[in-house]
């Protein structure tokens, strides 16, 4: 049964920084890609960053050049660290993941919040 643990999430002023975790405890040696994602109050839900098997990395522009996605080898996780933030990076944070050898599905966390002011 695969649960997405998240973390990381908070309040920051303008300028600072955050980083988030998302994690799948218990499974390792394994190969993922992940997403983040964003859901302002009243908003619909965005996507932020991704970052394939291989490793390629993507983002929304509005993050670009601020926000940096990254995964742990071999295991569940992955990492957003987020720079320069602005009040309209305030959200909740979503992950999404998908491993090989999971079954098919979408498999997401249960959001953090993350207040920019």
């Known amino acids: 049964h695969v649960q997405l643990v998240e973390s990381g999430g908070g309040s920051v002023q303008a300028g600072g920084s955050l980083r988030l975790s998302c994690t799948a405890p218990?499974?390792?040696?394994?190969?993922?890609?992940m997403d983040w994602y964003r859901q302002p109050a009243g908003k619909v839900r965005e996507r932020v960053a991704s970052?394939?098997?291989?490793?390629?990395?993507t983002y929304a522009d509005s993050v670009k050049g601020r926000f940096f996605i990254s995964k742990a080898k071999d295991k569940a996780t992955v990492y957003l660290e987020m720079g320069s933030l602005k009040p309209e990076d305030t959200a909740t944070y979503f992950c999404?993941?998908?491993?090989?050898?999971?079954?098919?599905?979408?498999?997401w966390g249960q959001g953090t919040q993350v207040t920019v002011s």
């Open positions: 218990g499974f390792t040696d394994v190969r993922c890609a």
């Open positions: 999404k993941q998908f491993c090989l050898g999971w079954k098919p599905g979408q498999y």
């Open positions: 970052i394939s098997l291989d490793g390629t990395t």
